[in-house]
């Protein structure tokens, strides 16, 4: 039987796999996760069996820390997917997260959200 191609539930046919698939059927992380939350690879793990989504997370990764909304654009799956698969990949102890703080977030500074609105209100 010949080999089955990487890319085999990909094509013009049959369409891209559908997300249930990815994630078997998993709607949920098990993990409370922001989209700013910066993920690391970590050394391999001897005996993580890892699907090639998650694999390609953890070549995204590699190198520097990336957010899970930039995980999810690079691989083009949707965020909730990416969150699931970064679950697995904490499970299997491949990564490391850094959730961010309030104080480090500069989204939750109340002077910059007041002028920002400000400025929203202005060109009302």
């Given at each position: 039987m010949p080999?089955?191609?990487s890319d085999a539930w990909a094509?013009?046919?049959?369409?891209?796999?559908?997300?249930?698939?990815?994630?078997?059927?998993?709607?949920?992380?098990?993990?409370?996760?922001?989209?700013?939350?910066?993920l690391c690879s970590r050394p391999a793990t001897v005996g993580a069996a890892l699907t090639p989504e998650c694999e390609a997370l953890l070549l995204h990764c590699s190198g520097h820390p990336r957010s899970i909304a930039e995980l999810a654009a690079r691989t083009g799956h949707?965020?909730?997917?990416?969150?699931?698969?970064?679950?697995?990949l904490l499970d299997a102890r491949a990564v490391t997260?850094?959730?961010?703080?309030?104080?480090?977030?500069?989204?939750?500074?109340?002077?910059?959200?007041?002028?920002?609105?400000?400025?929203?209100k202005s060109l009302v």
């Open positions: 080999a089955v191609p094509g013009s046919r049959l369409g891209d796999v559908r997300p249930y698939a990815v994630t078997a059927g998993r709607t949920q992380s098990r993990y409370d996760l922001s989209l700013t939350s910066s949707p965020v909730q997917v990416t969150k699931i698969l970064i679950g697995d997260l850094n959730a961010p703080t309030p104080r480090n977030n500069p989204g939750t500074d109340p002077q910059l959200l007041e002028a920002v609105l400000a400025g929203l």
